[in-house]
């Protein structure tokens, strides 16, 4: 064979070589882009779970805000009177009346004999309760509204690990001001398997490796208790009047 002739070929030593410098680059580049994907899905959880919390603390805001009650023929009333609550956190539920802002005027203001006018109210609820996914520890909230004769049930979200709301009096310069404390918790991970072991119903303080949390915390005035409740001896009169939802 001719001297200047060269075997175009690779030995079994120089592609092992190869493929161990290739495995040596490409390792801390796999590391680097599983750690950059996995930071971008959590980045991107988080804001979907806060946006969540949002659109739930807005609705129970809205509703709460425009919470009323029945005014006895007698002017006693106190602000019990707004809100039924049963059970505790995690299992708990609320139910009061409320002034629809969704509904057209016409459906909500009603004449009846007597030239006494009625205003149509929807009976909110709020209600804590297991989901049905075996895989999710964490409870959902549901929202039924009844007004009309028509009930409207909806999931708000999936992701509760707390929610309350506390209804409370306050007496800033010796006054009497009445207000609902609300507080929502909602809880996700990237991976299920980061869920295991978790229970709901114990609010977190602080933010766990892995977990996205989205805590809200909301102080709401209700209108029309304070508007009754500011008034001495106030009698049911044709503006005050409330029609209560009829079964469905």
Known sequence: MNSNQRRQAFTLVEIMIVLICTALLMGPIFLVLRSSTK???????RIDTTLEARRVIKQIYADLKMACFELPYSSNYNFSDVMQVSGSPPHNSYKFYSFPVHQKMSDIFTSQTGGVNFRRVSEITYRV?????????????????SFGGKVNTRILTERINFFEIKPIMLQPYGKNQFYFLVTLQLIDAVHASEMKGRTAGTRLDELQKDVILADFFDVVYPEFFHSVWNQTRVIPNWHSQLKLPEAP
């Open 129 to 145: 309760e297991a989901g049905k996914n075996p895989d999710n520890p964490f409870l959902r909230l549901i929202r039924t509204e």
């Open 39 to 45: 930071t971008s899905l959590k980045g991107m959880l």
